[in-house]
């Protein structure tokens, strides 16, 4: 894989935690972001879109306020820093990478992102 998610695990509901995606082989500098997430049973959702400080940025209404994208130049990583999580964000997480420009609906769809991670699980319960 291009790109490896981490930081997943299990949390209390109310608690956070802090996902980060590594890439190899391309610079996030020439890339934009997406964070996407799989529950049982469920279709792959759109969580967040980013192009970089300054650039487009797309939250979806179950997650704003509450998810905050970052990156690490120096470490070629973005991360994903979520408060207030809920049961129902249990899911396994994604990130995937997508040329700047290519996305122009939203929620992005899957198909606009060239690199995807395996994915980290992140349980939320008490």
């Known amino acids: 894989f291009q790109l490896q998610a981490s930081g997943g695990g299990l949390v209390q509901p109310g608690g956070s935690l802090r996902l980060s995606c590594a890439a190899s082989?391309?610079?996030?500098?020439?890339?934009?972001v997406g964070w996407f997430r799989q529950a049982p049973g469920n279709e792959r959702e759109a969580l967040l879109y980013w192009e970089g400080s300054g650039g487009v940025t797309w939250y979806a209404d179950s997650v704003e306020g509450r998810f905050t994208i970052s990156n690490d130049n120096a470490k070629n990583t973005v991360s994903l820093q979520i408060t207030s999580l809920k049961p129902e964000d249990t899911a396994v997480y994604y990130c995937?990478?997508?040329?700047?420009?290519?996305?122009?609906?939203?929620?992005?769809?899957?198909?606009?992102?060239?690199?995807w991670g395996p994915g980290t699980q992140v349980t939320v319960s008490s």
């Open positions: 082989e391309f610079s996030w500098d020439d890339s934009a």
């Open positions: 995937a990478a997508a040329l700047k420009g290519v996305v122009h609906t939203y929620p992005p769809p899957t198909s606009d992102f060239h690199s």
